[in-house]
């Protein structure tokens, strides 16, 4: 063999080896979050949490606003057909029953 194949064929083996040693003797590294990574995530989780349950506040307001406003424009303009009357009942039921 010629000097440049053995220099070329000690350079492999010692990149195998030095492979061999990373994979086989070297402790691995769990990745585990901690510190403030783990503090700003569970932050964000809580904020977007917040945002829902406002998110559902205001929507549930909205209804019963939309509904005592529609109330009141049918009890304003006088109107007494009976399915009027009966949208009414249906109408003051689910304020009730959104209130409790």
């Known amino acids: 063999m010629s ?3 053995l220099t070329v064929l000690l ?3 010692l990149f195998v080896g030095g492979m061999m040693y990373v994979e086989f003797a070297v ?3 769990e990745h585990i979050v901690h510190g403030p990574a ?3 995530v569970q932050k964000d989780l809580d904020t977007l949490y917040q945002i829902r349950l406002k ?3 205001l929507h549930d307001t909205q209804i019963v606003i939309n509904q005592k406003y529609d109330t009141l424009y049918i009890a304003l303009a006088g109107d007494t057909s009976c ?3 009966l949208r009414l009942i249906a109408m003051h ?3 009730d029953s959104l209130g409790k």
């Open 3 to 5: 000097k440049g194949s």
């Open 11 to 13: 350079f492999v083996l």
């Open 93 to 95: 039921r689910q304020l």
């Open 38 to 40: 783990l503090r700003i």
């Open 83 to 85: 399915s009027t009357t």
């Open 27 to 29: 402790p691995k590294q």
């Open 55 to 57: 998110y559902k506040a």
